[in-house]
């Protein structure tokens, strides 16, 4: 009579252990995505001071493919490309 409850219980503890795998790979998951890193905020240009980025192509920064500027100083513009690699210059006025 044991043999013929031993498999049942065999079945159950794989499907816990399957469950209990999905959950955590469910759970790392989700605390992979929460990491990532945030937006970062746009700064704001101080009085008689304007902000500008230069966009670029790589990480290496050495061809530019955008620029974005705003603020007191001149014009503001727009041209080109945004991208993740940029640096940002301040001017005053």
Partial sequence: MMTAIYPMEVAVAGRRTIWRTVAAVALASAAVLGMTTPAHAIPPA?????????????????????????GSCGEPFDYGTHTAYFTIRYVSC
């Fill in 46 to 70: 101080g009085p008689g001071q304007s902000v500008t980025y230069t966009f670029y192509a790589t990480a290496a920064r050495t061809t530019e493919v955008g620029w974005w500027s705003y």
